[in-house]
């Protein structure tokens, strides 16, 4: 069965969807043998795999590079990889740069937002025949317009908006939509509008499935742990324990 089929079998079901982020290969190798069903190749990686302050320095040839290296772990998951900030811009770009990362070995590529540019987009890329993801709520690529990460969908108007785009995103043909810091509730209304999964990271425990950073998790990132994260490992204090054992082994 291709992985798109198989996806959407998965997606029927009545099963939670989990969802990770991977950069590299034995984290994705380790993601795809535990049964992780979408494994993403986030431009979160400019914060915990880069240490840039935010996502919007993340490149193309950033992105390709890691999806390769994903790719080659993966062999059950669904990848994704992420259109970094300014390779959208145009249509054009959104389908040339999709063509790069399904190149790369992406199965399907996400991308920021839920108007109509971002929707045309979406579905000039499905056309090419490549699997797209959408993202609503809080937009990680907009943080220097927004000023910081806000939750959305405080307000009716705001939680309208949200509804409209995600049933527009899905109307566009996006297999699944990511709600990112939408308040609880609204995300539950989300998600009871469209027949595609949510799959939610700071948005309540309604939608069709989780997505997490995968350092947040692991406990890989100490400097900086989202106020929705509860860590199920501390990695960093592993680290640390064993390279302070290692430098007092040395004689
Ligand atoms: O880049 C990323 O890791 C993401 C998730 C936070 C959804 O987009």
């Not at 993403?40 to 880069?50: I, K, P, T, W």
């Not at 040839?61 to 970094?84: E, F, G």
């Not at 908006?161 to 609880?184: K, N, Q, T, Y």
Request: hydrophobic share 45%.
């Amino acid at each position: 069965m291709s992985s798109a089929a198989q996806f959407a079998k998965l997606a029927r079901s009545d099963r939670p969807l989990t969802a990770l982020t991977a950069y590299d290969y034995p984290t994705a190798r380790l993601l795809d043998e535990a049964g992780i069903d979408l494994i993403l190749v986030g431009d979160s990686l400019g914060m915990v795999f880069a240490g840039l302050p935010d996502t919007t320095g993340v490149t193309m040839d950033q992105m390709i590079y890691h999806t390769t290296v994903v790719a080659r772990a993966v062999s059950r998951a669904r990848l994704i990889a992420d259109l970094p900030y300014g390779s959208y811009t145009t249509v054009k770009d959104a389908v040339e740069n999709a063509e790069k990362l399904a190149a790369a070995g992406a199965h399907a590529v996400k991308l920021e937002g839920g108007s109509a540019p971002e929707c045309e987009k979406i579905a000039a890329i499905d056309d090419r025949g490549i699997g797209t993801v959408g993202h609503i709520g809080m937009l990680p690529q907009h943080i220097l317009e927004e000023g910081g990460y806000k939750k959305k969908g405080r307000s009716e108007v705001e939680a309208d908006r949200l509804i409209r785009s995600a049933r527009d995103l899905e109307d566009a043909g996006v297999e699944s939509i990511v709600l990112e810091g939408i308040v609880p509730e609204v995300a539950a209304r989300i998600t009871a509008a469209v027949e595609v999964p949510t799959i939610g990271i700071g948005a309540g425990n309604a939608c069709d499935g989780q997505i997490r950073v995968i350092h947040d998790i692991i406990g890989a990132f100490p400097w900086f742990v989202p106020p929705f994260v509860r860590p199920l490992a501390d990695v960093a204090g592993e680290i640390r324990r064993a390279v302070e054992a290692f430098r007092d082994s040395v004689v």
